[in-house]
């Protein structure tokens, strides 16, 4: 159980790495908002199963399993808050630009 | 536990280029893009502290840290709606 937990936990971090080496390789705003799902949703929530399975007690897994569906519910809704903000403001990509 | 302190390690890492790329994004919504990245890894970090300490206190905190995240990346969200390329 501790070493699934230790491999979930290290999969999440490199599912982080992953979000980070797009974030610097993208340039454009609407490029990079897709890859900050990788780090939220897919890296926070990896992170969260490998700690929860090695727990030391019901109560701490109940905590994490609260954090983990709450990041789930948020981090969409705040992403498509920042993208509609944006969109609304006229932050436009150009044609022809790379993204 | 050693595995712990080199998530620890390299979770800050991470924060220090996020913290980077907040300074240098052109834009207010490149900067609150950003917002939101970095309190997820401050969260991931709070939850690998826990499990460090075997406290739960600090599970309490990271709840109550992500809803405030959401509510100020909202908040921020729509007050500069429409106007956000002005500033």
């Known amino acids: ?99 | 536990m050693i595995l712990y302190n080199i998530i620890l390690i390299v979770i800050g890492v991470f924060a220090l280029a996020d913290i980077y790329k907040m300074i240098a994004g052109p834009t207010i919504f490149d900067r609150l893009l950003m917002f939101g990245v970095l309190s997820a890894k401050i969260v991931m970090a709070m939850v690998i502290f826990a499990l460090m300490t075997s406290q739960s206190y600090m599970l309490d905190i990271a709840i109550v840290y992500t809803l405030l995240s959401f509510v100020s990346t909202v908040l921020i969200a729509r007050f500069v709606r429409s106007r956000g390329m002005m500033l």
């Open chain 1, 1 to 99: 159980m501790s070493i699934a937990g230790n491999i979930l936990i290290i999969a999440g971090i490199v599912m982080a790495l992953i979000g980070m080496i797009g974030l610097f390789r993208f340039r454009h705003f609407y490029a990079r908002v897709l890859i900050t799902s990788n780090i939220d949703a897919a890296g926070m929530l990896l992170l969260m199963i490998g700690a929860a399975m090695q727990s030391p007690d019901a109560a701490f897994a109940l905590k994490i399993a609260i954090i983990a569906v709450l990041s789930l519910i948020t981090s969409p809704l705040s992403s498509h808050a920042v993208l509609r903000s944006a969109r609304a403001s006229g932050y436009r990509m150009k044609s022809g630009e790379k993204p």
